[in-house]
């Protein structure tokens, strides 16, 4: 069965370019809870685990939503999220 494209299921296409590190820091530097983060994200605490550890590809709705979870500046998004 044929599906639509929707822009909130795009991910980065198996491109593992997500800074970890960078992520995990943040998310330590927050205080913040993976259950609190992935329940905002709409996500299982194993689903966001998967995708912190670069298992699992993030949204591009899940990257925005983290960015004001996080407080991220627009570059600090880029360099985690699109990191070379």
Do not use: C, P, W
């Not at 550890?53 to 990257?63: I, K, L, P, S, V």
Request: charged share 35%; proline share 0%; hydrophobic share 35%.
């Amino acid at each position: 069965m044929y599906n639509e494209y929707r822009v909130e299921n795009y991910s980065t296409g198996g491109d593992k370019v997500t800074d970890s590190e960078k992520l995990k820091e943040r998310i330590s530097k927050s205080g913040l809870k993976l259950e609190h983060i992935a329940g905002q994200l709409g996500i299982s605490r194993q689903a966001l685990r998967y995708k912190i550890d670069g298992r699992r590809d993030f949204r591009a709705a899940e990257m925005a939503k983290l960015q004001e979870i996080l407080n991220l500046s627009l570059e600090e998004k880029e360099q985690i999220f699109f990191a070379k």
